[in-house]
């Protein structure tokens, strides 16, 4: 079947959000009387949100206060959205030879929606997106399958007619579970511990561009 509709990871797949995420959880440590942590060992886990990263920040702590650490966190996070991200070399190019070639695209993100939005409108995209689905925007989040299919609907395209881009197991599993071929962006948040050749993947990207050699070579992609 012919691909329709090509769906991305938001985090570590369409924008480099690492800079900013790192600033934040630096600063709620600061906050918190804690040493900063670098930022190289802050990246890996960008990818598994905002309570990944207070853990990573703060290790074990009890619910309450790990639920006031991630309200702070957001707060933070909501007040520098695009500080340093931006989108990852290549990607605007990719989204308008997709354009060119009549296919349309989304974003199926853990983030919440009121993170989401206000980053997707500014990070100058080169034409906008036909579907957004945020963490909250179902009731499940990825690795279910859910967001995904709810993507699918707002694009016009069926599962077998999506291909899905992303950094993490999550993003393969819930691509997998909903019936969409998959992509891993290795150029993301992948820690060295991870082993995305196991995750199931139809195929495996270094940079944006790539996605149209796999397109090229595996499917008809073309929007009727």
């Not at 670098?38 to 960008?46: D, G, L, M, Q």
């Not at 990263?53 to 639920?67: M, Q, T």
């Not at 199926?108 to 929606?113: D, F, L, R, S, W």
Request: proline fraction near 6%; hydrophobic fraction near 40%.
């Amino acid at each position: 079947m012919n691909i329709r509709t090509v769906l991305f990871d938001l985090d570590g797949t369409l924008a480099d959000t690492a800079p900013d995420l790192a600033h934040t959880l630096n600063t709620l440590l600061v906050e918190e009387g804690r040493a900063a942590l670098a930022y190289e060992t802050i990246r890996p886990e960008v990818s598994h949100g905002a309570g990944a990263l207070v853990r990573l920040g703060f290790g074990d702590v009890a619910n309450e206060e790990f639920e006031r650490l991630r309200r702070r966190f957001l707060a933070l996070y909501a007040e520098n959205l695009v500080r340093e991200t931006r989108l990852f070399p290549g990607m605007n190019e990719l989204l308008s030879e997709l354009k060119r070639r009549g296919l349309n695209w989304g974003i199926v993100t853990n983030k919440p929606a009121f993170l989401t939005e206000p980053l997707m409108a500014r990070l100058g995209l080169s034409w906008p997106p036909a579907s957004i689905v945020s963490g909250d925007s179902t009731g499940n989040r990825k690795p279910h399958p859910e967001p995904m299919l709810l993507a699918c609907t707002q694009a016009g395209s069926e599962p077998a007619q999506c291909l899905y881009v992303g950094d993490a197991e999550r993003d393969i599993e819930a691509g997998r579970r909903a019936g969409m071929r998959t992509l891993v962006a290795l150029f993301g948040y992948i820690s060295k511990e991870e082993r995305p050749e196991r995750w199931g993947a139809d195929g495996f990207i270094h940079v944006p561009r790539e996605v149209l050699d796999w397109l090229g070579a595996n499917t008809q992609a073309k929007h009727d």
